[in-house]
């Protein structure tokens, strides 16, 4: 099956510092979304994208979705110890999604 | 609260049993799956549902079966579970583009 390439695979970043993680597929999406799992829970759904180009913001993270649509990324600004957590990339085609094997991301306060 | 409920939390079951995963959603999403999720996977895909009585296999669907008999519920059932099965378990639905995840189930294979 079709997996997408995440990463980095884990950062270790000080508090109030930016983080920038990106995730590439050799296949084209339609939409690409970004999404943050806490230890025990289930993946919440941070942003989506739906067309090539178009750049999103919730809050302190920004999303954009790659021209050639087989790419995305995900920046977080001056980061929070609540920012601690496991994110992942997803892409949608047809009816069917695939994930990352996300980027584990740790805040030092 | 709406949302996607899994029950159970945590299972511990033997090899060769069969279990049953449930997935309830309030939504009224009519559209329903199921991943497993692993170390160095990330989500993959088992089988997933259109609306009542309308499934298809995902990526990893061997050794599950599914069915859909009411659009709120989306079981999961291992016939004869396998050490292999041993995973965290999400439901999720999808509205429009987005796709909202349910708990997990932590299974675990003796």
């Known amino acids: 099956g079709q997996q997408l390439n995440q990463s980095p695979q884990s950062m270790f970043i000080q508090e109030g510092e930016d983080v920038s993680m990106n995730c590439t597929s050799s296949s084209i999406f339609n939409t690409w979304l970004w999404y943050k799992q806490d230890p025990g829970e289930g993946p919440v759904l941070l942003i989506a994208l739906y067309k090539a180009g178009e750049l999103t913001s919730n809050g302190r993270l920004t999303a954009q979705f790659g021209i050639t649509r087989k790419d995305s990324f995900l920046n977080i600004s001056a980061s929070i110890p609540s920012d601690v957590g496991i994110y992942f990339c997803?892409?949608?085609?047809?009816?069917?999604?695939?994930f990352g094997t996300g980027t584990s991301l740790t805040v030092i306060p | 609260d709406a949302g996607i409920t899994q029950s159970p939390r945590y299972k511990i079951t033997e090899t060769g049993r069969q279990v049953t995963l449930m997935c309830h959603q309030t939504w009224s999403h009519s559209y329903m799956f199921w991943y497993r999720q692993d170390l160095g996977h990330g989500l993959r895909l088992i089988y997933y549902s259109a609306a009542a009585d309308i499934t298809d296999k995902g990526e990893v669907p061997d050794g599950y079966v599914v069915s859909r008999s009411k659009t709120e519920n989306f079981p999961l059932t291992l016939e004869s579970a396998t050490r292999s099965q041993t995973s965290v378990y999400f439901c999720?639905?999808?509205?429009?583009?987005?796709?909202?995840f349910g708990p997990g189930t932590r299974l675990t294979v003796l």
């Open positions: 999720a639905s999808r509205e429009g583009n987005e796709q909202f």
């Open positions: 997803a892409g949608r085609t047809g009816n069917q999604f695939y």
